[in-house]
């Protein structure tokens, strides 16, 4: 059974940073693990993803300020945010599923298991 748990959100100023993590516990070790956020009234949008392998990929908005990484021994993912705008006000779900070579999975009905959600406002 996999769990996760988000933490790291809160409240920031625009233009500011902001560091998430995904605790994971569970058989993950070859598992594809992403972000995937939802704001207040929008369907969920996926943020970036990382693979078993280190391989990541994000959405094209986002590319050049959130940066995602994986620390294997620690079973952690992490999301760093920066130059935050209030629009990526959100709560940021933690989401995995088992990875299969040479895919990349961008909507959410393609991950079997999601954490809580983490709170993010960014305020102007």
């Known amino acids: 059974q996999v769990q996760l748990v988000e933490s790291g959100g809160g409240l920031v100023q625009a233009g500011g940073s902001l560091r998430l993590s995904c605790a994971a516990s569970g058989p993950t070790g070859t598992y594809n693990i992403g972000w995937i956020r939802q704001a207040p009234g929008n369907q969920r949008e996926f943020v970036a993803a990382?693979?078993?392998?280190?391989?990541?990929y994000y959405a094209d908005s986002m590319k050049g300020r959130f940066t995602i990484s994986r620390d294997n021994a620690k079973n952690t993912v992490f999301l760093q945010m920066s130059s935050l705008k209030p629009e990526d006000t959100a709560v940021y779900y933690c989401?995995?599923?088992?990875?299969?070579?040479?895919?990349?999975?961008?909507?959410?009905?393609?991950?079997?298991?999601w954490g809580q959600g983490t709170q993010v406002t960014v305020s102007s």
């Open positions: 990382i693979r078993w392998t280190g391989y990541r």
């Open positions: 989401a995995a599923r088992r990875d299969s070579r040479g895919s990349v999975y961008k909507d959410e009905d393609d991950y079997d298991y």
